[in-house]
């Protein structure tokens, strides 16, 4: 029964003369409106809880371990593919001082280590 409420929201009729009447109920907009509202508040809700299963498991510890282990490789000059990519990518990151960009960069490149690398559970 709901299929055919909204299938009356809109109408239009084409006249004799070649002109295009278009009827619109409102209320039933409303209705459609407030409806789709709640099932994509729902989907973004599923995702979100999705996104803290699968990355969460992963402890605030083992990214402080992973940002130590990071800046440590920059500070001695042991850098990895990832941090090239990074400096590359950033714009304005060579103007700064050496210390924040090893600290920048460490930062991006724990995060998304972390974020990839965590462990997922079925």
């Known amino acids: 029964m709901a299929e055919a409420r909204l299938a009356v929201a809109f109408q ?8 295009i009447n278009v009827y619109l109920d409102r209320r039933i907009l409303v209705d459609i409106y407030r409806s789709t509202k ?7 809700f599923k995702s979100r809880n999705a996104f803290i299963q699968s990355v969460f498991p992963a402890t605030g510890v083992s990214w402080c371990i992973l940002f130590l282990v990071f800046g440590a490789m920059q500070v001695l000059g042991e850098t ?3 941090v090239h990519v990074i400096q590359d990518k950033i714009p304005q990151l060579h103007r700064l001082d050496p210390v924040t960009r090893t600290l920048l960069v460490s930062l991006i490149s724990t995060t998304l280590l972390w974020l990839v690398w965590s462990p997922v559970e079925p």
């Not at 239009?12 to 002109?19: A, K, R």
């Not at 709640?38 to 973004?44: E, G």
């Open 80 to 82: 990895t593919d990832t």
């Open 12 to 19: 239009f009729q084409v006249n004799d003369e070649g002109e």
């Open 38 to 44: 709640r099932v994509l508040s729902r989907k973004i």
